[in-house]
């Protein structure tokens, strides 16, 4: 079946611009995440939902990021008024909890560049 | 901040050497996962280790996990050059974290020549 996808996959923002970033999970899992990686480090951590319900969101950087996810599937990551140290990968990733495992499936990522 | 650091930080082997790279993590955890990042690519899971678990296998893949000493290892035996990519070590934080989410180490940077 189909995987985690992104769009846009490259995405060029002038300073101040504010800019979305779209995540559809995989059919039927609960979990969704937003990871932030910046260049040569780990992902990061952003925010988790369980179906609708943003159940932690605390690493979210500022007050700037805001995310989204009305119906429980698709999931979209605001980015007002950008910054140039917003510029980096940022990774959405869904997973399927219950099953006893916690394995993530992430999908490709949205480079972010700050102009 | 980052909760794992994996060593070494870059590593070059040649086609059918073995490949070893080590992962320290600082909180107790439930479990620990490596996954394979290619270039411009996102995260592929590679295995699972829980922390009751000493080793475990998958193909040419082998996880070791020391809890008393707070490490793992990812060996690759018979390296390919299609192993070329990053590998990061994620753990879950462990009791009272947010369920499912991971916190990854640098990652290793294996280059494989042919």
């Known amino acids: 079946g189909a995987g985690v996808s992104q769009s846009p996959r490259y995405k060029v923002a ?3 611009q504010d800019v979305a970033l779209r995540c559809d999970p995989i059919s039927g899992h609960v979990s969704l995440f937003w990871y932030q990686q910046a260049l040569g480090q780990g992902p990061e ?12 969101k605390s690493g979210l950087p500022s007050d700037r990021f805001f995310a989204e ?3 429980g599937s698709v999931s979209t990551l605001k980015i007002q008024r950008t910054q ?3 510029s ?11 099953r006893g495992s916690y394995e993530q499936y992430f999908g490709p990522g949205t480079r972010l560049t700050v102009t | 901040s980052q909760q794992g ?12 050497e073995n490949a070893t790279m080590n992962c320290s993590y600082k909180t107790s955890i439930n479990n620990l996962q490596w996954y394979r990042q290619n270039s411009g690519r996102g995260l592929v899971h590679l295995i ?5 678990e000493r080793e475990k296998h998958s193909g040419r893949l082998r996880v070791t996990l020391d809890t008393s000493k707070k490490s793992s290892s990812l060996l690759i035996t018979a390296s390919r050059a ?16 947010t369920l499912g989410r991971l916190y990854f180490g640098r990652g290793t940077q294996l280059t494989v020549w042919p």
């Open chain 1, 14 to 16: 002038k300073r101040g």
């Open chain 1, 45 to 56: 951590f952003l925010t988790y939902f369980q179906n609708e319900a943003q159940l932690d």
């Open chain 1, 69 to 71: 996810r009305p119906e």
């Open chain 1, 84 to 86: 140039q140290e917003d």
């Open chain 1, 88 to 98: 980096a990968v940022y990774l959405c990733a869904s997973s399927e909890p219950g």
């Open chain 2, 5 to 16: 650091e994996e060593d070494p930080q870059a590593l070059s082997i040649q086609e059918g």
């Open chain 2, 48 to 52: 699972l280790i829980r922390s009751n």
């Open chain 2, 82 to 97: 299609a192993d070329t990519a990053s590998y990061f070590c994620a753990t879950d934080g462990g009791r009272g974290s």
